[in-house]
């Protein structure tokens, strides 16, 4: 009879207790729930910094380079995702001043050139087709992003601008992923080592295969800065949710055929060029 007036005592404190606990929790909804009612946008960071807590990172500079030929959705993927860094200033900075016009054909006007900045946070280089084959062979841009990446919490590279980052010596030793072209190739060239990943993150670095890979590293870095309800908002609010109508998208999915079409015009468009510029480097 003892020991059974101890166990119904022993359930009786705990139910308080777990009564109590859900009572806390409905409480700290409730008052999470008014403050989200009535956030303004002099509250808006403190807000979310008591919903999602403190970043890991200090992330207050990022920095997009851009030139002619680059390719848009390598550039404006980023862009977006990581333009929604809460209290960070993104910036498109170009090669040379002046517009640029993407490999689409559209024009973008730069925040701000190489020379005008000297620290970033975060740097991303994306990739195209002819301007970022000719910014592998360009030492002067090279030697930025070296000084950029001494003080940057993360560098980045989108698709063929795994080249770029690549050719200033920065990934060698280092994993890391790119167009699916001549992948191995092109980072074996590098020093790099190929991850065969739709995102590769070796330390501080992080690459991206073609394209539409960049939102997903980009989604990754943001989980990394502020953790993965953030990124879900953001998601949220680019209603991010991939259905393609057919499969495709990387050579696995792709038929024999598409495949072996896409390799030849990449060679034809981008082989001789190559050529040009190691003939006289």
């Known amino acids: 009879m003892k020991k059974l007036t101890v166990l119904v005592l022993f359930l009786t404190i705990l139910a308080c207790s777990q009564q109590k606990e859900e009572a806390s929790a409905e409480t700290e909804t409730q008052d999470m729930m008014e403050q989200l009612e009535n956030m303004t946008p002099e509250t808006h960071d403190a807000v979310m910094e008591t919903m999602?807590?403190?970043?890991?990172?200090?992330?207050?500079?990022?920095?997009?380079?851009?030139?002619?030929?680059?390719?848009?959705?390598?550039?404006?993927?980023?862009?977006?995702?990581?333009?929604?860094?809460?209290?960070?200033?993104?910036?498109?900075?170009?090669?040379?001043?002046?517009?640029?016009?993407?490999?689409?054909?559209?024009?973008?006007?730069?925040?701000?050139?190489?020379?005008?900045?000297?620290?970033?946070?975060?740097?991303?280089?994306?990739?195209?087709?002819?301007?970022?084959?000719?910014?592998?062979?360009d030492d002067e841009l090279h030697a930025w992003i070296r000084k950029i990446d001494e003080s940057a919490i993360f560098t980045a590279a989108v698709c063929t601008g795994g080249w770029i980052l690549g050719a200033t010596g920065l990934l060698e030793g280092k994993r890391a992923s790119t167009n699916w072209y001549r992948e191995e190739e092109f980072l074996t060239k590098y020093g790099a080592i190929p991850a065969n990943e739709r995102f590769t993150r070796d330390g501080k670095y992080w690459t991206s295969a073609g394209v539409t890979a960049g939102m997903d590293m980009s989604l990754a870095i943001l989980i990394e800065i502020f953790g993965e309800e953030y990124a879900q908002g953001v998601m949220l609010d680019m209603e991010y949710d991939p259905a393609p109508p057919i499969a495709g998208g990387s050579p696995e999915t792709t038929s024999t055929e598409v495949n072996i079409m896409m390799q030849a015009m990449y060679d034809m468009g981008i082989q001789p060029l190559i050529d040009s510029l190691e003939a006289v480097n």
């Open 52 to 137: 999602l807590g403190k970043p890991n990172y200090d992330i207050k500079s990022i920095g997009i380079l851009v030139y002619d030929g680059v390719n848009d959705l390598d550039v404006m993927g980023p862009r977006y995702v990581l333009g929604q860094t809460m209290g960070a200033s993104t910036k498109l900075i170009s090669v040379e001043p002046g517009n640029i016009k993407t490999v689409m054909g559209v024009e973008m006007v730069p925040d701000a050139t190489v020379d005008d900045i000297d620290q970033l946070d975060i740097l991303v280089i994306p990739g195209g087709f002819r301007g970022t084959i000719e910014a592998a062979y």
